[in-house]
């Protein structure tokens, strides 16, 4: 590695060597196996749970899953934190269902409970129908006021589908993330907490709704010795190779967490900013797993180079995992990061650091505009305000000195 310092890596062990090795000598190099069924249990384990695990081939899958297993519809309504990633709602539109975005509530940034209670008795009053799901998310690995979203959820009677993706690691009040909801989501991918190359996985009230997920995973085949369906399927499944790695991941995931916790904690004690403040556990039932430190900048705060801020187009893909990105077609959105966000974003970009603004709020994407939604206007303040800070497994203090130094020397 070069002295960049990226937002946020997953890194090897070594000790998924030797589930790989076992998997080649085995033969298992197929979507099911002995490492995909010891991963699934080895994370019943960490969550502690009855519920059964079904590990898939991405958290957006597990996400598709569990709205299938809810009884979601083409047509019915979902409720959806507008404060996340555009994987907790695209899958919504997969079942043909219609998002309704709600905001966010300041303390843990995640869907405001009374907004969400109040959003559900217009949707009753205006559709005349009940929404179909709940799906909150646990963003930057904060857990949502679990408390108070179930005790709207049961007074509604609606399921909550947990997106944790975020969150592996993260409890509330003692129980872990993921476990909440009657379905839970979970996401591998290189970015995550822990990393199967790639990967998810679906937590299920039981057996049976367990064995339903898979079914639609392996393209809803039927049993017989002849190719036989009578429901539309999908090919989600998580590879033996994946859950191999996944197996070795396991075995630091409590380091890699502490390691994440420790770089909250040196960012609290080192980053005495006037003006910025560091996104924390909001109540002492909440235990992040500091997935990733955010800030909120404050707006009055002055920064070098705002006036540059925005001056030309982004040509590449912003962020380390990359992967291919359309093209944007302007300089400007209508909702985009405050220019002193901006401006420290590129600031710290020149000096070899990576940071990136925070999700985008839902309803604020064209692509979602069209559905209703129930704004407070928490998440674009916070959208237009913070910065992710990089918070990985590679990133050690003497990195965290560098980040904190090149954002005091960009502050005016
Ligand atoms: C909040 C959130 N939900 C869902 C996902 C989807 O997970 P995956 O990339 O494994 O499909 C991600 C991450 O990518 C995420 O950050």
């Known amino acids: 590695m070069d002295d960049r310092i990226l ?6 062990s070594g000790h998924e060597l030797p589930f790989i090795q076992e998997a080649f000598e085995g033969e298992w190099v197929v979507p099911l196996g002995p490492n995909v069924t010891g991963f699934e249990k080895d994370l019943e384990k960490f969550l502690g749970t009855d519920k059964k695990v079904v590990a898939l081939s991405s958290g957006t899958a597990a996400l598709h899953l569990g709205l299938l297993g809810l009884g979601v519809e083409p047509g019915d309504e979902v409720m ?12 919504v539109r997969y ?5 309704v975005m709600v905001d ?9 409970p009374v907004l969400l209670d109040n959003a559900i008795a217009d949707r009753i009053k205006k559709t005349g129908k009940k929404p179909k799901a709940i799906v909150v998310v646990c963003l930057y690995g904060m857990p949502a006021d679990y408390d108070r979203i179930l005790e709207v959820a049961s007074k509604w009677n609606i399921p909550v589908l947990e997106d944790a993706a975020e969150a592996f690691g993260s409890s509330f009040d003692g129980q872990k993330c993921g476990t909440f909801g009657t379905f839970g989501a979970l996401s591998f991918n290189g970015n995550k907490m822990i990393t199967t190359s790639g990967g ?5 009230p039981d057996e049976e709704s367990a064995r339903k997920a898979m079914y639609y995973a392996t393209q809803a085949r039927l049993g017989y010795a002849y190719y036989q369906h009578e429901e539309v399927g999908y090919n989600y499944r998580m590879s033996n190779i994946s859950a191999g790695i996944g197996r070795g991941q396991m075995m630091v995931a409590d380091e890699y967490i502490a390691h994440h916790r420790h770089r909250q904690q040196y960012y609290r004690e080192h ?3 006037d003006g ?25 705060l002055r920064v070098k180079g705002e006036d540059k801020a925005y001056s030309a187009a982004i040509t590449s893909t912003v962020g380390g995992a990359g992967g291919v990105t359309g093209v944007g077609n302007s300089i400007h959105t209508d909702c985009e990061p405050n220019r002193n966000v901006e401006a ?21 994407q064209p692509v979602f505009s069209k559905y209703p939604s129930y704004i407070n206007g928490i998440s674009e303040s916070l959208f237009h305000r913070g910065l992710c800070l990089p918070s990985g497994p590679y990133v050690t203090d003497r990195d965290a000195d560098r980040v904190i130094e090149a954002i005091k020397s960009l502050i005016i």
Not at 7 to 12: A, E, G, N, T
Not at 350 to 362: A, F, T, Y
């Open 7 to 12: 937002l946020r890596m997953c890194k090897m």
């Open 80 to 91: 959806v934190q507008s404060m996340t990633f555009s994987a907790s709602v695209n899958p």
């Open 95 to 99: 079942v043909g269902a219609i998002p």
């Open 104 to 112: 966010s509530e300041c303390e843990s940034w995640n869907m405001d």
């Open 200 to 204: 998810g996985a679906l937590v299920c």
């Open 271 to 273: 980053l005495d900013i």
């Open 276 to 300: 910025i403040s560091l996104h924390e556990n909001p109540g002492v039932k909440f235990d992040s797993n500091f997935w990733l430190c955010t800030v909120l900048i404050d707006e009055t």
């Open 344 to 364: 420290i974003r590129l600031g710290l970009a020149e000096k070899g650091i990576e940071s990136r603004p925070l999700w985008k709020p839902m309803h604020k």
